[in-house]
């Protein structure tokens, strides 16, 4: 456990907020850490929602776009990794209202080429993909594609 230091929780919050951006629950969690009470932190974290510099719907939807942008990921992972961030499940279901069925497909072709170097097995290939939350439909798009050109 950490020791309280002298500044009071919202002054350790906006410390933490001026180095990078967290949601409200990564924020409260690292308060928690720090020893200060409930309350203090309570009162923290609705000072700065008022000041917007917590919002928790415009990080989640910035947090979504990078993880798009790699396009690793199934639209399945990217759900889980950014509830594991500590985004409201309702938050995380609007950042992604968009039909990604295009994206999983580049996504799946993406990802096959390192996977089709260990292995040219079309089920242990299409299991794999399927065990990182690609739909089927993407993943046999993928497959078909990468193997014909092959």
């Given amino acids: 456990m950490i020791l309280k230091s002298n500044k009071s929780a919202l002054e350790k919050a906006v410390d933490y907020l001026s180095i990078r951006d967290y949601s409200v629950k990564q924020l409260r969690d690292k308060l ?40 690793r990921y199934s639209i399945k992972a990217l759900q889980f990794k950014l509830l594991a961030k500590g985004f409201s499940s309702e938050i995380v279901n609007n950042c ?24 040219t097995d079309r ?10 939350g690609f739909s089927v439909a993407s993943i046999r798009y993928g497959i078909d594609k990468l193997l014909k050109e092959e």
């Avoid at 089920?123 to 990182?132: A, I, T, V």
């Fill in 123 to 132: 089920e242990k290939n299409m299991q794999y993909l399927y065990r990182k």
């Fill in 96 to 119: 992604l209202t968009a039909d990604f069925t295009e994206y999983e497909k580049r996504a799946v072709i993406k990802i096959l080429p390192s996977r089709l170097r260990k292995t």
């Fill in 32 to 71: 928690y850490r720090c020893s200060y009470d409930e309350q203090e932190i309570n009162e923290a974290l609705e000072k700065l929602k008022a000041r917007h510099y917590l919002d928790d719907a415009q990080l989640c939807a910035r947090q979504a776009q990078v993880y798009l942008r790699e396009e």
